[in-house]
């Protein structure tokens, strides 16, 4: 296959080249099928379908390859089975709005990505496997429970992956593996018909991408009620002077990954924007309340399912003793759970009083080693705590339904990526991006491996 360059290297670059001529549909198909069998080792992917997928729609990325997260709204012919030996034959009958828009937007969907048990974990270990491997640092977890989606990119299968996240699970994958995560506003991407609301609203579906530019553009195909309505409020102005909070004294956080925060402030700062401290504590609370809400929600949402008639006894220990826990929950328990997230959303809003955007950390530390995040075990509170340790400011994005966007800013002396979280009201994604596109413009961060595997 012609090597095209740079303008190969994201999921636009690749559909303009389809688009010119310069390669066939079917040839990026058959170079992402070679990639993903080349590197068959890093468990990326659990499933590649047999034969390739029909001819792309006309869109504007129109005929590029795509992998599915195996978990999420379903995409018709992908088997998902949520990383479980519970849900090994569910196999989707029909597509999802959100599968009918990467389709129309030209995406050909060819396999899917792995996932711990029902994105139980920040890795993506499955006892069903395969091991999903960083491909920065194959000891290494490329995070959860989006990592097989965030492995595929990074490895340069294909440009950019379905992912959901209902805890952090694009960001923390997208910031392991140097990517772009952005975790939606709630109600900005279409739950149904069949993927509704059984996560409470925490959860969001949308892409782990390489590219800024491929965010932007891949979220008017995304986004709306299906029947036209915004469900998203209307965004916030983007122009300068914005009033950027910068999170300060953040404990247990690797002085690298912290020192990296008041670096992006500063070309905020250059780019004509107000910086203003927000010390840690003002998180706090927020921060408690979403993770005691998060554990409920998750816990609930199994029992649930398990309710249904599922065989829990072919699920992992981890997963057996979160539904014991949500059978066992009182209403009253439940409820606290909403009315938390909705206290939370309240205080995060108040803070939005006094800043625009907030910038955060998103990781405590490099990516951990595989094996951090067992399942093997019933201690679901020290499991929960574990996650929380290490992105201690993730699952509040979700409990208050805000956007987060995390994004490489530079690299370590081990090479691995320095990621940033910055976080935006209710409805502000594009904001979001825009802010995401001025660090981006920095090139401070160099993707090591490139689209198919190619030379750089």
Same mark, same amino acid.
């Given at each position: 296959?012609?090597?095209?360059? /740079? ?10 080249? =389809? ?20 590197? %068959? ?52 009958? +029909? ?6 828009? @990467? ?13 711990? !048990? ?43 992956? &379905? #992912? ?8 923390? $994958? ?23 609301? &059984?996560?409470?609203? =925490? ?12 965010? %932007? ?33 953040? !404990? ?27 010390? +840690? ?7 408690? *309340? ?29 997963? %057996? ?22 206290? +939370? ?15 955060? $950390? =998103? ?9 951090? @995040?067992?399942?093997? &075990?019933?201690?679901?509170? #020290? &499991? ?38 910055? *976080? +935006? ?16 413009? !920095?090139?401070?961060?160099? /993707? ?9």
């Amino acid at each position: 296959m012609k090597d095209t360059g /740079h303008d190969m290297e994201d999921a636009l670059g690749l559909a303009k080249d =389809i688009a010119n001529g310069s390669l066939s549909a079917d040839d990026a198909m058959r170079a992402a099928r070679s990639r993903a069998d080349a590197v %068959q080792d890093l468990g990326a992917t659990c499933w590649i379908a047999p034969d390739d997928p029909a001819p792309a729609n006309d869109g504007p990325f129109a005929g590029v390859p795509l992998l599915v997260k195996d978990l999420g709204g379903p995409f018709a012919g992908i088997p998902m089975h949520a990383g479980s030996a519970a849900l090994a034959r569910m196999k989707g009958a +029909a597509d999802s709005d959100l599968a009918a828009r @990467f389709r129309a937007a030209g995406f050909r969907p060819f396999g899917a990505t792995t996932v711990p !048990e029902f994105g139980l974990a920040l890795s993506s270990e499955p006892a069903t496997g395969p091991i999903c491997r960083n491909p920065l640092n194959p000891d290494l977890s490329a995070g959860g429970s989006s990592g097989g989606s965030a492995a595929a990119v990074a490895a340069g299968i294909v440009p950019l992956a &379905h #992912a959901t996240d209902a805890g952090g699970s694009i960001r923390v $994958p997208a910031a392991c593996c140097g990517l772009i995560g952005l975790k939606p506003s709630r109600g900005a991407i279409p739950g149904g018909p069949g993927f509704g609301n &059984h996560l409470g609203g =925490i959860a969001s579906e949308f892409a782990i991408t390489r590219t800024i530019r491929d965010a %932007q553009a891949l979220w008017p195909c995304l986004t709306g009620n299906p029947r036209g309505l915004s469900l998203a409020p209307v965004q916030r102005p983007t122009e300068a002077p914005l009033t950027i909070g910068l999170l300060t004294a953040a !404990e247990n956080i690797t002085p690298d990954r912290a020192e990296i925060l008041p670096e992006a402030a500063r070309v905020y700062e250059t780019a004509g924007h107000r910086i203003v401290e927000i010390p +840690a504590s003002d998180l706090a609370k927020i921060r408690e *309340i979403s993770a005691r809400a998060f554990g409920r929600i998750i816990a609930a949402n199994l029992a649930t399912l398990f309710r249904n008639g599922l065989d829990a006894s072919l699920t992992e220990p981890l997963t %057996q003793a979160f539904i014991e826990q949500g059978l066992s929950m009182k209403a009253t328990d439940l409820w606290s759970a909403t009315e938390a997230g909705a206290t +939370a959303a309240y205080q995060l809003w108040t803070l939005f009083d006094r800043v625009d955007i907030l910038l955060t $950390p =998103i990781l405590s530390s490099v990516p951990l080693p595989l094996g951090s @995040f067992p399942m093997d &075990h019933d201690d679901t509170a #020290a &499991h929960l705590g574990r996650m929380d340790d290490f992105a201690p400011y993730a699952a509040l994005a979700n409990i208050t339904g805000a956007p987060a966007l995390t994004m490489p800013f530079g690299s370590d002396a081990n090479g691995l990526p320095l990621p940033i979280q910055l *976080i +935006a009201p209710l409805g502000g994604d594009l904001q979001l991006l825009s802010l995401g596109a001025t660090l981006e413009a !920095e090139n401070r961060w160099q /993707h090591p491996i490139p689209l198919f595997g190619n030379p750089a």
